[in-house]
């Protein structure tokens, strides 16, 4: 077999094969957080982090102008492994998580949001099941449910099918997510003002197409929407489907009518139950009710995460705003 030239892909691969393997200062796994406003829930999901069973992340927290106090709370963290990035604007989640990914000095990268938990387990048993997997592999988990108490109100299975195209947008539950450095580069978030209420299904229905998606069966992530329920951000939600479905199914007259008509006919519905004060009615439907055993194993995951000390200093980490200026180049 002849000499083949490294193509661009062939050296990049090279490179992050070499930085990532090679540097034992380099941490094994990046996990991400872009936060505004999160208000009192935001302690505790800093503390699932720190609780979990493998230590060995680092941890990238992108402020989105918050003016809550919570900048200054996430500044306050003591740990080497963790980095705080503001610049004082509100620019949206997508531009944000684009910056975490920019920033990771890891080859994965693990989501979470701002309101909601991680299983300590989390991070142990997701890194190994993204090591058995390739590049274009994007892994999801299951959810527990939790209310606004924090109180867990039932489990969400995951899809174990994955759909492509519109079909796609179901088919992962964001802040369950990781993939490596290397996939979030090739798919980031769209900075399209229209899909900031859904910015995860557009990116899932773009990326289906060549990617190949996970979901594991076990709950990992403690997922806040039981009580959180809003109309006006599912409205916006909608705005942003109506432009995928267009994207997606423009050219295909027949197609995109039927999808059309399908989704303003369950806005309609939800809206009617919304103005009923039913909206808990069909967010209940997401989730399943949990057996004792299950419940036991749930709620001692949220007693480890609680009993969590955090290593706080009233000494202020100083953040570069060039450094999130550069991040968004």
Known sequence: MGYRAPSSYDLEELFLIGIFSMNPKIPKVTVGLAFYNPGADFELAIKSVFAQTFTDWEFILVDDGSNDGSLEFAQSIDDP?????????????????????????????????ADDVLHPQRVEIQYAELLKHGNEAIVGTATYSIDTQTQVIGFTPSKQFQAFGYAARHDLVQPTVAASIEWFLKHPYSNDWVYRRCEDAELWCRASVNSKYINMEMPLVYYREVGNYSLKKQMATYLGLFNIIYDHHFQQPWRFSLLMGKELFRLFIISTLTALGKSDW??????????????????????????????????????SVQESSNLQQ
Do not use: W
């Open 282 to 319: 069909f967010v209940s439907r997401r989730y399943r009710p949990l057996t004792s055993a299950q419940m036991l194993h749930a709620e001692a995951g949220l007693a480890t995460v609680r009993s969590q000390v955090l290593p706080l200093s009233t000494r202020k980490i100083a953040v």
């Open 81 to 113: 492994r963790v980095r705080v990035i503001s610049d004082g604007k509100n620019v949206g989640a997508s531009i944000r998580m684009n910056e975490v990914i920019a920033a990771a000095q890891t080859p994965y990268l693990i989501r979470m949001d």
